[in-house]
Structures are given as structure tokens and as C-alpha cells.
Nanobody, 114 residues
């Protein structure tokens, strides 16, 4: 059974940090994994991805501030977000990369506001 469960979102002030987690079912975790986000009124975009071998890459808007990592033993992928900005406000989702599945979890809401 495919399962993606995101957690760790919340309200944070500009400049603050959050760490998101995504627990994925083992059947899909062997793939590359990505974090995606959807801001209000906008399309869902890729934020960061990590391949099964550990290579990573980031959207330009978050490079240097966000770090993606994975724990293969726990089937979990993380997104450490530092120096958060109001424009980072969005619902964050994880999914496979480079081609996300049709199935999406509920996501976790990140709100950056003073």
C-alpha cells in the first residue's frame, strides 16, 4: 500500500527554522524522493530532491537555506528549512522524483509570518 505522511509544519517567524519529515512506504522509498510545495493560488513546484544514492539538488529560491536528507532505514525523507521567508509559505508535500506519483499525501502547512 502506497503511503506518504508529511509532518513538521507550523507557524514560524521570518528567519526561523523548521524540519519537515515524510514517512513513505517501503515500496516507493527506493526511488528518488522530492519535496514539493504549493503556495496559495499557485501551482505545485519542486523544492528539493534526493536520489537513492544521496545526490541532491534544490530550487534556486531555496538553495543555501534548505537541506534535504533521507534515512533509508526509516523510509523517511527530511527537509531542514532555515532562514525562512514569507514567500516560503505553502503546503509542503513529498513524493517520488523525478516523476511524482498520482497519489499525494495530505501535506504539511508551513506559514512564515511575523
Amino acid at each position: 500500500q502506497v503511503q506518504l505522511v508529511e509532518s513538521g509544519g507550523g507557524l514560524v517567524q521570518p528567519g526561523g527554522s523548521l524540519r519537515l519529515s515524510c514517512a513513505a512506504s517501503g515500496s516507493i522509498f527506493k526511488n528518488g524522493m522530492g519535496w514539493y510545495r504549493q503556495a496559495p493560488g499557485k501551482e505545485r513546484d519542486m523544492v528539493a530532491f534526493i536520489l537513492s544514492g544521496g545526490s541532491t539538488n534544490y530550487a534556486l529560491s531555496v538553495k543555501g537555506r534548505f537541506t534535504i536528507s533521507r534515512d533509508n532505514a526509516k523510509n523517511t525523507v527530511y527537509l531542514q528549512m532555515n532562514n525562512l521567508k514569507p514567500e516560503d509559505t505553502a503546503v509542503y508535500y513529498c513524493n517520488t522524483f523525478p516523476i511524482p506519483m498520482d497519489y499525494w499525501g495530505k501535506g504539511t502547512l508551513v506559514t512564515v509570518s511575523s
